[in-house]
């Protein structure tokens, strides 16, 4: 993400900006497809979870290694149903006024620059403080108003006509204050803003929290939210997954690959590859142009699946039988 | 028979997987069990795996939840086990069967005779559910809940129309009575593994839970063997629940005091006006810790866990040094550090472990080697009885220390009526601790440890 916090919370805006509202979605079978539509091929536990999000208004509380996919799925449910996709980074430190709304001081004050000539026809001819007083005040907080206010990524999750897909990522790496303030948006979609007023959702988001469990979540978030885990994906899954990614991959370098990552996994390693890597890897192949997984090719190109050289190190003893296997399950002798 | 079945409200077999689910440890509150009838009233009860999926998502929460979770689900939705079970062991009933015409006044025998395996297995539920089987708590119960049950469902009348068959002594008669009594027989045993089935779901939790209250607040020189293992994932999570919430460094807004400089600074890019205020806090630090545990013989059943959990705070404080003595006093920081807990344990109990304590020399061994290392800021934690084997107490090092530190605290396994008696030099030390407690189970521990560091403000 981008190191400034200011520009965390951006619209991905790949909607077809048509203003039908959302159709109650029918079935788990119709998120599993409009997600596969989408790019994403989801297990079924996270369709259902979906599905549940969708019909009882509830955010999903995502959890699992990194690079299973936890922040593509927010973005393969936008892109599924064309909603808005408003992504939210944690991090420590972040407050309120980077969350949900800050005001324009800027523009208050290069206002209030330009108006000060104003200031005096206003106030007129009074003849004492009170009477000025009293004439400004009917003018009302014309400062703190909408027009003044900078909307943050969870205000503006709320003020979207059709709704959107809200992804608060990594919320783990929030502090606990952050989290209490998440809980009043988390269960009424309604934030209050002291000089506003109450901001209801018009149309209530589709909230997905994602973490990588390095602090434990509160009990109080957890209660508010279904919560998913995604694991790493099986054999079947996996192939499934790359296939969609890496179109026009071989069919059998693809099962040899995948049977090679799943061997991979079974060890002891700092680092798990993750789905993601699979898919890294599977590209670096493509374009390579193998198609026969060899062990000269994969001493090569581990190092795009394991990130750690202790990792390259212990896996490099073992790169010979678990290539061999690969072969051998995909049929190759 | 199956007419009697009261067709259980939706809710029902919901309300009894949250019992289920409760006692296998998960943590279910009210509001979920909420979510999960509205999630169900979505879903519906009609495919096993999106049920499944379903209140998974919805009461499990952690993963080591949904491995309780998938465990207590497939315990509870296991009824067709019970036809395929009766299925097996079925054979040459088939002859007895077809043998119409003979049914008494008893709805249990047409059951029987029949081999009517849905109808059996409802009846069982039924006759359970009357039972009150969900209340089943302890072992010792399964023979009466399994003779209710059968009673539930007429046993009773069976016993009596097989011994009706048998006095009138017909051939067929007698065929007939041999028929219905294997059957009983295995219908005994499919009740008894429901019985078994509905201990294992409603009453495994709750021992389990009764067990680690009981355990807490055991003394901890009483604890036995084969409860080891279950204290030594108490004291993991206690650790682990002191380290989570201690571990970060904390700081407190000061009510309503501006910090009229940082304010300033802050607000430069508008020509100094105060758009933002920023106000004073106060950072709340992580103790330096400095611990003195006590492993000679007559705390050695204590020094286990004191020493475990010592190694858990290791890993909750960043700022703690830790040392261990009977005879003689040793630095143990590194041994916590670099080595899992077991072996750490016995590294250092071997080190320096089970000799007789002298008190006079430990003290005496660390103003020599670590005196210089205690400031104004660090708390002494001391883990003894205090039992000195009437050597000399060296009370003056511990006045040195408790002038340099900030304070002493001095956590004693005894029960405070046996300090000072014998060779106890509890009361001697006592005037320069800054506070003296008894620590003799793993909730004083708790308690102890929780307010030590809460006060390092």
Redesign the interface.
Known sequence: MSAFPERHGRIMDNAQNNDTPLKPLQS?DEVDAGLSAAGYIAS??IS??I??AH??Q?P??V?GPAGVGKTELAKSVAAWLSLPLIRMQCYEGLDESKALYE?K??K??LYTQILKDKVGSVIGESDNLAVALDKLHSFGDIFFSRNFLEPRPLLRALEQPRGCVLLIDEIDKSDQEFEAFLLEILSDYQVTVPEIGTVSAMVPPIVLLTSNST??LG?AL??R?????IGFPDERLEARIIASRVPGIDARLLKQLVSFVQQLRALDLKKLPSVSETIDWAKVLVLMHTSVLEVAVVRDTLNVLLKFEADIEAAGKQLAGMTHKAQREAGIA | MPGRVDAPTASEPLRRFLQVARGAGLRVSAAEGIDAARALDVIGYGDRAALKDTLGLVLAKTPDEKALYHEAFELYFKHEAFSAAIDESDDGAAAGAADPGQGSGNALSPLLTEDNRAGLAAAMEAAARESGVENIRFFTQKNLYTRRILMAMGLRAVEDEIEALRRDETPQGMERAGLLESRVARLREAVRDLVERNMLLFAKGENEQYREELLKSARLSNIERRDMERMRVLVRQMAKKLAARYAKTRRRRLRGQLDVRRTLRKNMGWGGIPFVTVWKQKRIEKPRVMVLCDVSGSVAAMSQFLLMFLYALNEALSDIRSFAYSGSLIEVSEILEKEPVEQAIEKIMEAIGFGSSNYGNAFADFEDGWMKLVTNKTTLIILGDARGNHNEPRTEILARLSQRSKRIIWLNPEYPTLWGTGDSDMRRYAPFCNLLMECSTLRHLERAISGILEGSS
């Open positions: 788990i079924r536990p259902t979870a599905y549940l019909h009882l509830k999903i509380l959890e005001w001081y800027g208050q004050l602090r434990d009990d957890k209660r939210c279904l919560h998913l885990h």
